[in-house]
């Protein structure tokens, strides 16, 4: 993130006539309101000029080391006294500068940037215009608890129960020219559900209530339709080891982010 150092010239109002000329070198950035009768090389000169100043008074290391807002305040009295010299004398005191920043710019013009594009930007850092999906995955979830561990033991437990059975039909399935084949469809599918809930308690994403419900009720459905196959009390275990899952999956929130600016 760079540091920003914003001021004004010529003195004026910020108001929609203002154009908002933007230099960044060295992890500091310069920015400055003008009106708009100024001419482009004069204000690239203020804040090339600006550049200079704060180059000489702080290194890179006191740059790096900031960390608190505003902490060049006492920079201040050196842009008020810039300011004043390009209030009073309409530009730089030597023409060569201007001349070659007037030379740079038509070499290589600045980039303009309208205020649809400025307001896209700034609506989408403040979460105002839809993110893509990827935009979640930075962020983290509280510590795993004693009875998540114990929840991901169980379900790892039921995955692998679900697995062996269904492997095991497979043989039989071949032989009994697929009679037993949605059986084996039914242990599979609980095996994979089994293995999303996992991963869903243990990383964030998108729509969490809506795909916990729905691997919940696929694991019952599959459990239901395999109860020819499993007695009441392997029945009972299945299901509640999903439902305490969902339920801690559901539990579990995001950790709140610490705004460190060391008010």
């Known amino acids: 993130m760079s540091l920003v150092l914003f001021t004004c010239v010529p003195e004026s109002k910020i108001s929609q006539g203002n154009w908002w000329p933007f230099l960044s070198s060295e992890g500091v950035s310069y920015m400055t309101v003008c009106a708009c009768g100024l001419p482009a090389a004069t204000a690239f000169c203020f804040l090339e000029d600006l550049r200079w100043e704060f180059t000489a008074c702080f290194d890179n290391s006191a740059v790096a080391l900031a960390s608190r807002p505003y902490p060049f305040l006492e920079f201040d009295s050196a842009i008020q006294k810039l300011q004043q010299h390009y209030n009073q004398k309409g530009g730089p005191s030597l023409e060569v500068t201007l001349a070659e920043v007037q030379e ?6 600045p980039q303009v940037l309208t205020m649809e594009e400025v307001a896209l930007t700034n609506g989408a850092a403040n979460g105002h215009v839809e993110q893509t999906a990827a935009s ?13 561990i114990l929840s991901l033991i169980l379900n790892i437990m039921c995955a692998a129960l679900n ?11 071949f032989q009994d020219d697929y ?3 949605w059986n084996v469809v039914a242990f599979l599918l609980a095996f994979l559900c089994c293995v999303c809930q ?20 696929i694991i019952i459905l599959c459990n239901a339709f395999l109860c020819g196959l499993r007695n009441i009390w392997q029945l009972a275990f299945h299901m509640s080891v999903a439902c305490l899952s969902t339920l801690l ?3 579990r929130k995001l950790l709140d982010r610490n705004m460190d600016c060391g008010v």
Do not use: M, N, W
């Open 179 to 181: 009679d037993g084949l």
């Open 163 to 173: 697995l062996i059975r269904g492997v095991h039909l497979i043989e039989y399935t």
């Open 136 to 148: 979640g995955q930075g962020q983290r979830l509280e510590p795993v608890s004693a009875p998540g």
């Open 104 to 109: 740079d710019l038509r070499t290589s013009p």
């Open 249 to 251: 999956t559901l539990h």
């Open 198 to 217: 996992c991963h869903l308690y243990l990383f964030h994403t998108c729509q969490k209530k809506l795909k916990s419900f729905t691997l919940l009720t």
